[in-house]
């Protein structure tokens, strides 16, 4: 999970010995390279108990940096910082975003210049599922538009997209029966920060506070984020009534059968769901 607030770690320049470049005396000779990395971490555990052990070393960090610029060539310097920030995003399950800045001070130019450099930021990307549901005005355009405007948001990807399956109502049955989908995707956002785009893709779409479970024009919830496990007054993940849904299950059960949620195998969940005849209906295109 990403902390609402994260902590910085920084290592500025490290000096090593690499053999990269365009050119083969580059190759061949070698030269200096100046490696500076910024991490962003949840560290709260390291600093409530003052523990070492749930912390980012900084010599760990450095060790990567090493193990890149000293290994085999690489053409570019763009292409080494990457390599080392995607290393660090691999090996420090903590790390949320790397920043690197590779500098290059015996640049073979035709020009005097004190170095050229390149800098890349990598962000942890996570899993993400959302239902959207309509029972109210333009359903079918209006779930198109939730779509839309999530796949459009910055620092969200939806990557697959279920048919629309009409759903009868759930919690509330005296109201017009549902249009339903899912979706799934990643995203670099924070849970509580992907929840404040649902919430305002919804209100841009029409919807109004009514009775729970009532009339809506869209409701978009998010049902999970990786593994990652929230109960508070404002976020539950995974969502508290993923497994007693039809009209959710049916759409991810489309998209990702086999995917484990809680430990869960989506299909094997949906299997076991007590249904009523005529729930849920999958439109077929």
């Known amino acids: 999970m990403i902390s609402a607030s994260l902590t910085r770690v920084r290592v500025r320049d490290l000096c090593l010995f690499g053999y990269h470049g365009v050119l083969p005396e580059e190759n061949r000779l070698g030269q200096r390279f100046i490696v500076s990395l910024e991490v962003a971490a949840d560290l709260t555990a390291a600093m409530e108990g003052d523990n070492y052990e749930h912390a980012v070393c900084y010599g760990q ?77 333009e359903r079918e355009a209006c779930l198109h538009a939730a779509v839309n405007a999530l796949a ?9 997209v279920s048919s629309l399956y009409d759903t009868a109502p759930w919690g ?40 729970r479970w009532g009339e809506r024009a869209v409701d978009i919830d998010l049902l999970f984020y990786d593994d990652c496990e929230i109960d508070n007054s404002v976020l539950k993940l995974p969502h508290r009534h993923l497994f007693e849904r039809a009209f959710v299950l049916e759409p991810l ?14 299909d094997d969940a949906l299997a076991r769901l007590q249904r009523a005849p005529g729930d849920v209906t999958r439109r077929m295109s």
């Open 152 to 160: 459009r948001h910055e620092g969200v990807g939806i990557e697959q």
């Open 61 to 137: 960090l450095s060790d990567v940096a090493h193990e890149i610029v000293t290994g085999p060539a690489i053409a570019l310097i763009e292409t080494v910082a990457d390599r080392i920030a995607r290393t660090i995003l691999e090996r420090f399950p903590k790390v949320e975003e790397v920043r690197v800045e590779v500098r290059k001070p015996s640049v073979p130019l035709p020009y005097a210049v004190s170095e050229t450099s390149a800098e890349v930021v990598v962000k942890r990307q996570h899993r993400i599922g959302f239902s959207v549901g309509s029972n109210s005005g």
């Open 172 to 211: 509330v049955e005296d109201q017009a029966s549902f249009i339903n989908l899912c979706a799934v995707g990643k995203t670099v956002l924070a849970p509580q920060e992907l929840l404040n785009v649902c919430k305002h893709i919804e209100y841009e779409l029409g919807r109004i506070p009514g009775r």
């Open 253 to 266: 059960a489309e998209l990702a059968p086999e995917m484990k949620i809680s430990g869960r195998r989506v």
